[in-house]
């Protein structure tokens, strides 16, 4: 792959517009509201992308605490700015730039399975949250997706899925890993964070036909798809995957997805 999706404009708008208020903002707020964020907390949100937990977070602090968003896509971070208000700037685990113990909350939605050395980011994560503070993660779970399923069947009649499946663990090396709670809980408690809670709830994501084939294009295996097949292949991939959706899903999409929550004190 040339480079990562997440710093493509075209993919951010799409992730910002579509993505972002359909499949993320939802469970970014229950982010929030499990890690009890309290008025005048300072509150960091790591890899924020386009601003959905820092939305949620801010709404919590009533604008009477310190929140900081940092991502490594600058692209991403032009609507993080201008959604929430909040600060932001451009930095990745496992380099934050914060003195240790710098907050009361530090929080990474759908973020630790992008992690190259996960146990080094969340090293990193505690760092910089303050005795006492919480450390909030949260990661999809394993239940089955029939759209993005028959979207990724599709594809691979184009290019082999071999290819889309290891572009895909390029950039979500623990996608697989992280979908069982029980690796959560691991990975936490073997950080030395305490009190560990680790809980799933379940989202229905309702979106247009057309909101997810344009997410599904912008996404990790759709930037790769497009970047392999020449202008005709693309029509014709496009025009199958329309016709495919078309008999199956008519105008709309819906399907469930599971979201697991981990969090964790930190006390050394």
Request: aromatic share 10%; glycine share 6%; with cysteine.
């Amino acid at each position: 792959m040339k480079k990562s999706p997440y710093f493509d404009r075209t993919m951010a708008d799409v992730y910002n517009r579509v993505a972002a208020p359909l499949q993320f903002a939802a469970p970014a707020k229950d982010l929030v509201e499990i890690l009890q964020l309290r008025i005048g907390d300072r509150a960091l949100d790591v890899g924020t992308g386009t601003g959905a937990a820092a939305v949620a977070a801010a709404t919590a602090l009533e604008s009477a605490g310190c929140l900081v968003g940092v991502d490594a896509s600058i692209e991403m971070l032009r609507f993080a700015q201008s959604s929430a208000g909040n600060l932001v700037a451009v930095a990745e685990v496992p380099e934050l730039p914060f003195p240790d113990s710098t907050f009361d909350v530090v929080m990474a939605s759908f973020v630790i399975t992008h992690f190259p050395d996960y146990a080094r980011g969340l090293t990193e994560l505690i760092r910089v949250c303050r005795l006492g503070g919480r450390v909030g993660i949260t990661a999809w779970g394993s239940l089955p997706n029939p759209a993005a399923q028959l979207w990724s069947d599709i594809a691979s009649q184009f290019v082999p899925r071999k290819r889309l499946d290891d572009a895909f663990r390029a950039h979500i090396p623990w996608d697989t890993w992280f979908a069982q709670p029980i690796n959560i809980r691991k990975a936490l408690e073997t950080a030395r964070l305490h009190a560990v809670n680790v809980q799933t709830r379940q989202y229905q994501v309702t979106m247009s036909l057309t909101d997810f084939l344009m997410a599904r294009e912008a996404s990790v295996q759709g930037i790769v798809l497009r970047q392999e097949l020449d202008d005709n292949s693309w029509y014709e991939f496009r025009e199958r995957v329309e016709n495919a959706f078309g008999g199956r899903f008519c105008e709309t999409v819906e399907y469930q997805r599971d979201v697991h929550f981990g969090i964790g004190l930190r006390t050394v």
